[in-house]
């Protein structure tokens, strides 16, 4: 008995886990296929009949494609910028022993523990006086910024674990210190590269509090900015309302179930390395 109890428990914890994470999502699937009559009159039974228009009006909409494109250039830029940019200073971090180093790296670490809120103000008046207001790049370079802390952290902690006797090597062939960035030490960082992508990516595109801080034009508004404004605008229509927020989670579902296997690689590789 105690060794199927043993058993049970883990899958127990699981299934449980599994269904308060389900359940809401299958809710709100079901509730969009609703009018909000039968969502008043039935909220847990199956739509009878099944309505597809709350679905069809998002999907027809031009103004949610435009928040997926806005979303989808947000992140990217975001992305590009993060890892590039960490690539480099994790790189340097790893491979050159300079003074101050580790205060440096510390200094790096420490904004793991700022919280954005903290720089809301001064941000804003910073961008402001950039003009970068209603602009992308208001969202991506301070994304990115904050965005660089954990992203050091992983690549460095990757790049350190590449043998020195393949730099050794690559330096006797006449490859230089970039030489051996890109040629070698990249390609072979590809697991640490992707994880650290995939995090970014799914950072900003989760992302609410920038956007609604830096977009006042609607025509620049990301996709959980217009969850939000859609949510205020049609607050009676509740039905309508499940529908968006569905179709708004998948593109991040897709996502994520696409990248799955590359980041717990990333994160296998870079714990198992060495």
């Not at 900003?204 to 977009?215: A, D, G, K, R, Y």
């Not at 404004?229 to 309508?240: K, N, P, S, V, W």
Request: hydrophobic share 55%; charged share 10%; with cysteine.
């Amino acid at each position: 008995m105690r060794r199927i109890v043993r058993a049970l428990s883990p899958h127990a914890v699981l299934v449980t886990v599994g269904a308060v994470m389900a359940v809401p999502l299958l809710y709100a699937v079901l509730s969009g296929f609703k009018s909000t009559d039968q969502l008043s009159r039935n909220p847990v039974g199956l739509p009878a009949p099944w309505v597809t228009e709350n679905y069809t009006g998002v999907l027809g909409s031009a103004g949610f494609w435009r928040l997926v494109g806005n979303s989808t250039l947000v992140a990217v830029g975001s992305t590009v910028v993060v890892v590039a940019v960490s690539a480099l200073a994790a790189f340097a971090f790893a491979r050159f022993a300079f003074r101050g180093r580790e205060l440096l790296f510390t200094l790096f670490t420490m904004g793991l523990m700022f919280p954005f809120a903290v720089a809301v103000l001064p941000l804003f008046l910073l961008l402001r006086s950039m003009g970068l207001l209603d602009n992308p790049l208001g969202v991506i370079l301070p994304q990115a910024a904050f965005g660089l802390p954990v992203t050091i952290v992983i690549l460095r902690g990757f790049f350190r674990e590449i043998p020195g006797e393949l730099e050794e090597a690559a330096t006797l062939d006449g490859c230089g210190p970039f030489g051996f960035f890109w040629r070698i030490l990249l390609p072979m960082a590809r697991p640490a590269l992707g994880t650290v992508s995939v995090l970014a990516v799914v950072g900003s595109w989760n992302n609410f509090f920038l956007p609604l801080l830096v977009f006042n034009d609607p025509s620049w508004w990301t996709l959980p900015v217009g969850v939000q404004q859609f949510q205020g605008q049609y607050a009676a229509d509740t039905a309508r309302v499940c529908a968006y927020l569905v179709l708004a989670m998948v593109p991040a579902l897709a996502f994520y179930s696409l990248a799955e296997r590359q980041l717990v690689g990333g994160i296998t590789a870079g714990a198992t390395k060495g």
